[in-house]
């Protein structure tokens, strides 16, 4: 897994919301444009790098494409915290 891909697009307050948005369901891009004071092309540039970093996927529906979460891609970052995590704890025990 690209981790600086993933790290980055992590950093953004407004790509972590957009995930949050996605936890529920998938929404288009114009339900999720309607959370944000902002314009429909930042919203796509905000996707554009979330689906980079593989933290989203996308499928068209008709006219509309409908975002949701890879959820394969945060239980690596998950695993990767635990483990590393995990190895810190059992350094400091010794």
Do not use: C, Q
């Not at 957009?18 to 919203?43: D, M, P, Q, R, Y």
């Not at 959820?71 to 915290?81: D, G, K, P």
């Not at 810190?88 to 025990?93: I, Y």
């Amino acid at each position: 897994m690209p981790f600086p891909e993933t790290f980055k697009a992590l950093s953004d307050p407004t790509r972590r919301e957009i995930l949050n948005l996605l936890k529920e369901h998938s929404l288009s891009a114009g339900e999720i444009v309607e959370h944000f004071n902002t314009t429909g092309a930042t919203i796509s540039h905000h996707l554009s790098i979330l689906r980079s970093a593989d933290l989203i996927t996308d499928k068209r529906d008709g006219k509309f494409i409908y975002y949701e979460l890879n959820l394969s891609v945060f239980e690596e970052v998950v695993n990767w915290f635990t483990d590393f995590l995990g190895k810190e704890n059992h350094n400091h025990e010794k």
